[in-house]
């Protein structure tokens, strides 16, 4: 089992307070969605204005996560969360991987998605540096190749995992 946590839509009772916090309509879109530009542009450039975005989103997406963990039983699964080791996460998991890529390699892979400079910076800025999660974590991938050599190695430590019957660190 592979566990993914997707929360698309945050319930609108999530989003009035940083409606209010902004005095603005513009955080929500037509659709009822938020607007995630809008909001990435204001909490990547003021830590507090993040601080409090945070401390709205993380629990509801944290309650979430380990409700939708639960269903699965005692299957193994794969929790992503690209700030396991900035929310004290991983100390909620058996084992921890960290998938790593020079600079600029992780830099152009997202020039590629539409992302500036800048915004590239603000949001990389904001996490501990991907070599100091190589360090934090258990395993470590690296994601130099394709997504094909990704997933090869994705699928190898899993199995050695598994074949191994590795149980949770301490």
């Excluded at 409700?67 to 100390?91: A, M, N």
């Excluded at 996490?127 to 394709?146: C, F, M, V, W, Y």
């Amino acid at each position: 089992c592979v566990f993914f946590l997707m929360i698309r839509r945050p319930p609108r009772s999530t989003l009035f307070p940083y409606t209010t916090l902004f005095r603005s309509s513009s955080v929500i879109l037509p659709d009822g969605g938020p607007n995630k530009q809008y909001i990435a542009d204001r909490v990547f450039t003021d830590p507090v204005e993040m601080e409090f975005l945070e401390s709205i989103i993380i629990p509801l997406i944290r309650e979430r996560a380990f409700e939708q963990i639960g269903e699965f039983g005692d299957s193994h699964k794969i929790f992503d969360v690209p700030l396991l080791f900035e929310l004290g996460w991983d100390s909620d998991c058996d084992h921890t991987v960290s998938v790593w890529a020079d600079k600029d390699i992780q830099y152009q892979r997202l020039y590629d998605r539409g992302w500036s400079n800048d915004e590239i910076e603000r949001r990389i800025n904001c996490q501990i540096p991907s070599e100091r999660k190589l360090e934090l974590a258990d395993h470590g991938l690296i994601n130099t190749g394709s997504i094909d050599v990704l997933r090869t190695q994705c699928r190898k430590l899993l199995e050695l995992l598994i074949k191994n019957n590795v149980k949770k660190r301490n």
